[in-house]
């Protein structure tokens, strides 16, 4: 981990993951337990208040290379 950066929780209805897939675009295993380590207390919120401050981890190089990009599948041709 190359360290930490807050975020303020600025629109309704954001999970905790939700907000890491804006922040990074991609999931990464294990990023929303290191974001929960960084932040006591947050995991009693299912749903972010608006104007939360939450610590997250700045994500290394190797890690983004290593994230995983979600696979689109089509249900119907």
Do not use: H, Y
């Amino acid at each position: 981990m190359s360290g930490t950066e807050t975020v303020t929780v600025e629109r309704q209805g954001l999970t905790l993951s939700s907000l890491l897939w804006r922040k990074n675009k991609m999931r990464i295993d294990g990023l929303v337990e290191r974001c929960l380590a960084l932040n006591p207390g947050l995991s009693a919120n299912l749903v972010l208040p608006v104007g939360m401050v939450v610590t997250m981890p700045i994500l290394s190089a190797e890690e983004k290379l290593a994230g995983q990009e979600v696979e689109i599948i089509q249900l119907f041709n």
